[in-house]
Every structure is written in C-alpha cells, then in structure tokens.
C-alpha cells in the first residue's frame, strides 16, 4: 500500500541553525501539506503546496518558512533559523487532488527538537 | 473560539465495553469531515470520510456518523489494540484544502 515517507525521524538542532525537513508523498498524489503538532497540543496546518505553488499559508508560516519541490518525488521544508518554539512533530500530507474533497495520507514525522 | 471540539479528552474501557466519542464542528461550509487514528509518536492513520448529515462509515468495530452540528465514532466491543488517539479534523468551504484538527480523544482499552 502506498505511503507517504518522512525523513529524518527525529532531528535534533541548535537555535539558529537551518534544517530541511524531506518527504515522499504518495507517488500520483497531486496536493501536497505540511503540519505540526507541539507536545500535548492540536495537530496544525502549516502550508498546502500544488503544482509548483503554495496555494495556502497559515500564520504560524512565516518568512522563517520555505517550501519546495526540488524534483518530481521530494517535497521538502526548511526552517530558516530555529527557535525554541519550533519543537514539535512536522507531519507532511498529501492527497489525490484539489478539486473536490480528499483524503489527506500523512507520513510518520520528524521529531524536531531545538535546543 | 474552537472550530472542532472533541470530548472526552481521555476515556478508559474496558475490553468488550462500547462507546462513543464525540466531535463537534462550529464551521460554516463543511465539505468533509475526517476521523484519523494516531498511535504515540506517529502520523494520524486516515480512517473515514463523511461529507453530509445522515452518512455513516462502519470499519471492523469502528462505526463513524454525521449530523449537522456534530459526529460520533462509535466503538463496539473494543479490543486492547483499539487504544490510541482519535482525532476529528474538517475540511471547510471557506479552508481551501486545509484541515482543522480538534485536539483528540485518549481511549486507552484494557483486558
């Protein structure tokens, strides 16, 4: 069964370094997401991303925030500059389409840890 | 204000011993909404989709209903394998394709 992959599975830095978090989302899936979820907290939308774009942003994705498609099964984000706060789990998504209502496929995560 | 509220935060069974979950939605424009199974330490597993009042999804002992203000995961007989957190996220009209998770239902079942 396909499935979106993560790596790595946990990532530990130093405040103020850059990390690029990678993903394989599900090979014919079009739509692709980035979420967190702080310890003990509500899984968050971070971006949504679809043919070569960022289609949708939330305020938490600020300019520390990039996303990209740097080739045809990659989909990566990068955090500028790490600050304390940015310790969580980053899930990325996808899903079939974005016209309609679809089921979005997570992957396992990374456990980011700043310290 | 929350858009997705589940209740309750934790709940504890015993093995054999149905329930329910609630999850309750103040969105205008639902277009969808999600049920996800997350074990500790990893990605919510999709498990239903419901995209009008009435619909109903069933899944082994996992059975997923909608109405207009609200859903419920029923949980028949439920084996110790079936601990885990249950979320609840939603797709609206006005939300592009983002998901708005509520903050998750603990069940732990024992023997």
């Known amino acids: 069964e396909p499935e979106v992959t993560q790596t790595p599975s946990h990532q530990v830095t130093q405040m103020g370094q850059e990390v690029i978090l990678r993903c394989v989302p599900i090979s014919n899936h079009l739509y692709f997401y980035w979420y967190r979820q702080i310890l003990g907290q509500k899984v968050e939308f971070l971006v949504s991303?679809?043919?070569?774009?960022?289609?949708?942003k939330s305020e938490i994705f600020d300019d520390q925030f990039s996303v990209e498609r740097p080739d045809g099964s990659n989909f990566t984000l990068k955090i500028r500059s790490t600050k304390l706060e940015d310790s969580a789990m980053y899930f990325c998504?996808?899903?079939?389409?974005?016209?309609?209502?679809?089921?979005?496929?997570f992957g396992p995560g990374t456990r980011l840890t700043v310290t | 204000e929350d858009q997705v509220t589940q209740s309750p935060e934790a709940l504890r069974l015993q093995e054999g011993e149905s329930s329910s979950l609630n999850c309750s939605y103040t969105?205008?424009?639902?277009?969808?909404l999600f049920w996800y199974r997350q074990d500790p330490g990893k990605g919510p597993e999709f498990l239903f989709t419901?995209?009008?009042a009435g619909e109903e999804k069933e899944k082994e002992r996992l059975k997923a209903t909608l109405t207009k203000k609200e859903s419920f995961l029923h949980i028949t007989a439920p084996k110790p394998e079936d601990s885990a957190t249950y979320l609840c996220a939603v797709h609206y009209s006005g939300g592009y394709n983002k998901l708005i998770f509520g903050a998750g239902t603990r069940l732990a079942v024992h023997p």
């Open positions: 969105v205008s424009g639902l277009r969808g």
């Open positions: 991303f679809y043919n070569n774009e960022i289609s949708e």
């Open positions: 419901l995209y009008s």
């Open positions: 998504a996808s899903s079939e389409s974005a016209g309609g209502v679809y089921e979005q496929y």
